[in-house]
């Protein structure tokens, strides 16, 4: 299985925790989405809320991440033969662990994979190579695949795992998946 995945904070510090995760899941023919608002009782930064426009008003009433189906959903999925691929995959694996998930599977770094095989890019910014690499076009097709109908808008967690997805597709055409695991490390 491979999930793609993205989290927004409550900020960028190690203190600062998770208030939004999306993750896209293929196993075979099979796709699963999942995006949720959880709630760590911290306070979003105002700096945090003009990136992600996540609100502290929106986490009202939200479950704690270890009570959401996102964090049910990775735990039964943690182990040998599933692959976790985001972009700057150590944020997100050190928000994970903070929250008492520690990774099993392999992992696929798309900002350390992207850098080794274009080189030349002049930034490798998720919405950067988005746009750079035309991976907007794919985005509409790919959506319905999934079955979501809302627009990809840039650092909401589900979008960027979507974006995550069409670039991993795009750079499987230059490099296999064993070649991206070894590039992550």
């Keep these: 299985m491979l999930i ?25 023919d099979n796709i699963f989405t999942k995006y949720e608002l959880v709630n760590e009782g911290k306070k979003i930064l105002a700096e945090a809320s003009s990136v992600n426009h996540i609100t502290n008003e929106m986490l009202k ?3 704690k991440f270890i009570e959401s189906e996102i964090y049910k959903f990775i735990q039964d999925n943690n182990n040998e033969d599933t692959i976790l691929i985001a972009h700057n995959i150590k944020f997100d694996l050190e928000k994970l ?12 770094d798309m900002l350390r994979v992207t850098k080794h095989l274009i080189p030349e890019c002049e930034r490798y910014a998720l919405q950067f190579l988005r746009y750079e690499l035309k991976l907007y076009k794919e985005e509409v097709k790919f959506t319905k695949e999934c079955g979501i109908e809302n627009s990809i808008t840039a650092h909401n967690a589900l979008s960027d795992a979507i974006v995550t997805k069409l670039l991993f597709d795009y750079l499987l055409d230059i490099a296999s ?5 070894e590039l992550s490390f």
């Design 97 to 108: 662990s903070s929250a008492a998930i520690d990774w099993k599977g392999n992992i696929i």
């Design 4 to 28: 793609f995945i993205d989290i927004e904070t409550t900020g960028l510090e190690s203190i600062d925790k998770i208030v939004s995760i999306g993750l896209i899941a293929i196993e075979k």
């Design 61 to 63: 009433g939200k479950p």
């Design 177 to 181: 998946m064993d070649e991206m695991v």
